[in-house]
Nanobody, 118 residues
Framework: QVQLVESGGGLVQAGGSLRLSCVAS????????VGWYRQAPGKQRELVAT??????????NYADSVKGRFTISRDKAKNTVYLQMNSLKPEDTAVYYC?????????WGQGTQVTVSS
């Protein structure tokens, strides 16, 4: 089992930015597809950003709702995945989690709360 620790959330006004970090206890991020998920109150958890490697290098995918505003990246040496969030909207308010893609159900961390005020 891998431990995942998310941080960087907070309260921000609409249009602002935040950078989330996720540190893994092992080097899983170096070899696996990784993602950022979020869960808003009363809603199911959704995958918003994915990073995976192929022969030509890293590739990313984003949910339509965050495309052009969020950027996922990773530092393999630090076992850390980041999510840069710009132009935040109130509908981005949620608890954000990182995990592999597909997610390992036993590896969810505590998440980090992001609240965007209008």
């Amino acid at each position: 089992q891998v431990q995942l620790v998310e941080s960087g959330g907070g309260l921000v006004q609409a249009g602002g930015s935040l950078r989330l970090s996720c540190v893994a206890s092992g080097d899983i991020f170096a070899v696996a597809a990784v993602g950022w998920y979020r869960q808003a109150p009363g809603k199911q958890r959704e995958l918003v950003a994915t990073l995976f490697s192929i022969f030509s290098g890293d590739n990313t995918n984003y949910a339509d709702s965050v495309k052009g505003r969020f950027t996922i990246s990773r530092d393999k040496a630090k076992n850390t995945v980041y999510l840069q969030m710009n132009s935040l909207k109130p509908e981005d308010t949620a608890v954000y989690y990182c995990n592999l893609v597909p997610a390992h159900p036993n590896d969810w961390g505590q998440g980090t709360q992001v609240t965007v005020s209008s």
